[in-house]
C-alpha cells in the first residue's frame, strides 16, 4: 500500500543522482555539516529506497562535509510514562529489570523512520551513547559530534545538538514539519528554569547492567510549528522539493537562536499549557 500511494505520488522516478541534484538545487554543498529529519514516503518512490537517499545526501556533502541524524530509540525510557502504546502497570518493574542496556551498534532507532534506521548501520557512520535520544553521524566531524553524550538533559549542552551549533551546522527538514526540528529542544534547555522530569534507562555502570534515573527537561514540541512559522518572518529560510517532498534548509544557529528568545519571551522560562 504504502510504495502504491509513493508511485501515485510521483511524477517521475526517484534516483540517487536525481535526489542529488534536487539537494543542491535546494542549497546544499560539499563540506557542510547537515542535520536531516526526514520521511521517505513523502519524497515519492526512490529506486533503492532509503540507500538512494542516504547515498545522495553524502554524494552532495563528500566526506569533506558531515551527515547527521537523530537515531533516538524513545523505547528505552521509563516505562511508566509510555503512551504509544503504554503498558500494564504490573510490567513497570520487571521492564526495568530486564531492557537490555543499550547498544549503539545494534539497538534500533524507533519512530524516527526509515531514513535514519538505514543511516545508523551504514559503514563508517557513529552513534552517540546515549539510550533514548542517540544520534548518528557520518564524515569529518562525526567523532567530534558523537562523543560524550551526557545522560542528563540529553538534549542540551553535553550534546551533539550543541556541537552542532558551536559547528555552523544547516538543518534539513526533509518532507517533515518544524514539529520534528530536534534542535529546537536545544533551545529549551536554554530557557531559564525548564520544567524538569526524571527518566530512567538500563545503563553499563563498572561493567553492570543498572537501571538508572536521570534528569532530564520536560519536552514540549506543541509550539515547534508555531515557532518555526515566527522564525520564517524573521530569517532566512530556503523552500524546495526534494522529490515531491516540501523541503526547508536553515541555519541551525539562527534556529536555536531566535527559538530560544521565543520561548523566554513567552513562558518567562516555563512552560504553560
Known amino acids: 500500500m504504502f510504495e502504491q500511494q509513493a508511485i501515485l505520488r510521483s511524477p517521475k522516478l526517484m534516483t540517487r543522482d536525481s535526489l542529488g541534484n534536487d539537494l543542491r538545487q535546494l ?3 560539499e563540506g557542510q555539516t547537515l542535520i536531516v529529519h526526514s520521511s521517505l514516503s513523502r519524497i515519492g518512490w526512490v529506486c533503492g529506497g532509503p540507500v538512494a537517499v542516504v547515498q545522495a545526501l553524502m554524494d552532495v556533502l563528500t566526506a569533506e562535509g558531515t551527515l547527521v541524524m537523530p537515531a533516538h530509540s524513545g523505547d528505552y ?5 509510555w503512551q504509544l502504546p503504554p503498558v500494564p502497570e504490573s510490567w513497570w518493574e520487571e ?9 549503539p551498534q545494534v539497538t534500533p532507532t524507533r519512530g524516527m523512520g526509515a531514513i535514519p534506521e538505514c543511516f545508523r548501520t551504514w559503514q563508517g557512520t557513529l552513534r552517540s551513547n546515549h539510550p533514548a535520544l542517540s544520534f548518528a553521524a557520518w564524515g569529518k566531524n562525526a567523532e567530534r ?22 559547528l555552523g551546522a544547516q538543518v534539513l527538514l526533509l518532507g517533515v514539519g518544524y514539529d520534528s526540528n530536534t534542535s529546537f529542544h536545544l533551545a529549551e534547555n536554554r530557557i531559564p528554569n525548564p520544567p524538569e522530569t526524571l527518566e530512567g ?13 536521570y534528569r532530564e527537561i520536560a519536552f514540549d514540541t506543541d509550539r515547534f510549528e508555531e515557532i518555526g512559522a515566527e522564525f520564517e518572518k524573521a530569517r532566512p529560510v530556503t523552500k524546495g522539493s526534494i522529490g515531491v517532498a516540501e523541503s526547508r534548509l536553515f541555519d541551525l544557529r539562527e534556529g536555536v537562536d531566535f527559538a530560544t528568545e521565543w520561548l523566554k519571551e513567552r513562558t518567562g522560562g516555563v512552560h504553560t499549557e
Open 27 to 29: 542549497g546544499i554543498k
Open 77 to 81: 525510557s521509563e516505562p511508566s510514562k
Open 95 to 103: 521492564i526495568r529489570g530486564t531492557m537490555p542496556v543499550f547498544d
Open 145 to 166: 559530534i558523537t562523543r560524550e553524550h551526557s545522560l542528563e538533559y540529553a538534549l542540551g549542552e553535553r550534546s551533539p545538538l550543541a556541537r552542532l551549533y558551536e
Open 201 to 213: 534507562a538500563p545503563v553499563l555502570e563498572n561493567g553492570k547492567r543498572v537501571w538508572k534515573a
